[in-house]
């Protein structure tokens, strides 16, 4: 009987679960094609049933889901306030928690807050080294590089890129945006040979599996490091990655494209003409609170075009210091918010699995109860069965009855017996007249005794019942 509850249970729960798992699916479809919007409102078309159901897994992957769109789209405080629930289940059901860490860390690093992303970088990195997970422990030496080199600490710096370099194989060689990564990590300490070496590396490697915002962003990091290098560049390819950039209204890489489209046209064309490109970036990456990105591609610009200073631009070095003290002000305030915010969703996520957990068992009760039902309605049918099989034995005796005792028999005899009353010729006859009465007689006994048998028939069946 349990079993049979289990699989009426799993066969009703089953399209809840399927419906999750499905927007899950598209979900994941939608981010690769850039559709991060979509993606979000995928997932949260099906997370109040992935709650429900309480999987752990489930839940965990549809919070670190949001958080991934939340990044994509530029969002950093609501891609910090989902990464921060999905860490707080990993560690509730002991889940792996090395690719949060890591997450935790990018998102810490795209705020500018790049000691809480060296903090939880480490964590990842020794969670990797424990369970020998080798690529995403070069993963999370090549962010601490990252975020060391933001900090401008660069013997740390070098020394974590160099780190990941040692432990170069075959899915590093081949793999083309994380050797992307490593080259910009190369940029920014001002190693342009070796930022070359490794875009040229991520360039050739690129693949049909790659989308189109990828080949974008490793193509024209390739060209502009070709510039540094002084060779040829393709001019082009940075025009495409704006129009890209903007079409899919992704201000996070629309800015990216501006800073790089500065420093083409200003080496290229005019000065003036490349600070408008600055300006518009500078502007976006102070608007998500990205004050540090905005301080370094303005200083790589100055760089670029060998000046100290330039008059018509939005925001100067010491206006982008003077902003970065106070963004990192608020953003402490935004990472406490967000702290607050996850802590009291989970709060009320295990209030909402509890209640959850009271309705499955209530559901399970009513199953119990109609599968009882359902058995003895399925036991007096059977019973049912047994009486109607008594009931038409019953009726072929009384056809056999009916066949002994028919009318056509009743009124041969009452034909008889009255004609021979009504002929003279018989009434001295008694030989006859017994005869008939001798027939009546003997019909009337066979009846009787066909009865009785039907009778004692029924009532065997009815005690074996």
């Given amino acids: 009987m349990k079993k049979y509850i289990l699989i009426l249970i799993a066969v009703c729960l089953l399209p809840m679960n399927l419906m999750s798992r499905d927007c899950l699916d598209k979900s994941w479809k939608q981010y690769k094609n850039h559709e991060y919007q979509q993606a979000i409102e995928s997932i949260n078309s099906c997370l109040d049933d992935i709650i429900s159901d309480g999987k752990p897994k489930e839940m965990d992957y549809a919070f670190f889901g949001l958080a991934n769109n939340y990044i994509k789209l530029g969002d950093v405080d609501s891609a910090l306030k989902y990464i921060l629930i999905a860490y707080d289940l990993e560690k509730k059901y002991e889940l792996d928690q090395s690719k949060t860490l ?7 690093i795209e705020k500018g807050m790049n000691h809480q992303a060296i903090y939880y970088l480490k964590k990842a990195k020794e969670l990797n080294l424990n369970s020998n997970n080798k690529i995403e422990y070069k993963r999370n030496l090549s962010n601490l590089g990252f975020a060391y080199t933001n900090l401008e600490m660069k013997d740390s710096a070098t020394a974590y890129l160099n780190s990941a370099l040692k432990m170069s194989d075959d899915e590093l060689k081949t793999n083309p945006m994380l050797l992307n990564y490593l080259a910009v990590s190369f940029f920014q300490n001002k190693d342009y040979s070796k930022s070359l070496y490794y875009l ?37 390819i940075f025009k495409e990655y704006l129009t890209f950039t903007k079409a899919k209204q992704n201000s996070r890489y629309f800015a990216d494209a501006n800073y790089k489209m500065s420093i083409i046209v200003s080496k290229e064309k005019d000065l003036k003409e490349g600070t408008r490109y600055l300006n518009v970036a500078n502007s976006i990456y102070v608007e998500l609170g990205n004050i540090l990105k905005a301080k370094e591609i303005t200083k790589t610009f100055l760089l670029a075009n060998k000046i100290s200073k330039v008059s018509n631009l939005k925001y100067s070095e010491n206006e982008l210091t003077e902003l970065l003290n106070i ?7 935004k990472d406490l918010e967000a702290r607050i915010s996850s802590d009291s969703y989970i709060v009320n996520m295990k209030e909402e699995l509890y209640y959850s957990e009271i309705s499955f068992y209530m559901v399970l009760s009513i199953l119990i109860s109609v599968l009882f039902t359902i058995g003895i309605a399925i036991y007096r049918i059977r019973k049912n069965n047994y009486i109607k099989m008594l009931i038409e034995s019953y009726n072929n005796y009384l056809e056999l009855i009916y066949q002994l005792d028919s009318n056509r028999l009743k009124l041969n005899l009452s034909k008889i ?29 066979i009846r009787k005794t066909v009865k009785s048998g039907i009778d004692f028939q029924q009532n065997k069946r009815l005690n074996n019942v």
């Avoid at 890591?102 to 810490?108: S, T």
């Avoid at 963004?327 to 305030?333: A, M, V």
């Fill in 417 to 445: 017996t009255n004609y021979m009353a009504l002929d003279n010729t018989f009434r001295e006859k008694q030989i006859f007249t017994e005869l008939v009465d001798e027939v009546v007689k003997d019909t009337n006994m």
């Fill in 327 to 333: 963004e990192y002000s608020k953003q402490l305030e």
């Fill in 102 to 108: 890591n997450e935790l860390g990018l998102i810490y």
């Fill in 200 to 236: 040229e590396q991520s360039f050739k490697n690129l693949t049909t599996k790659n989308n189109q915002l990828e080949i974008f962003i490793i193509s024209t990091n390739l060209e502009l490091v070709k510039l540094y290098n002084n060779m040829e560049i393709n001019s082009s």
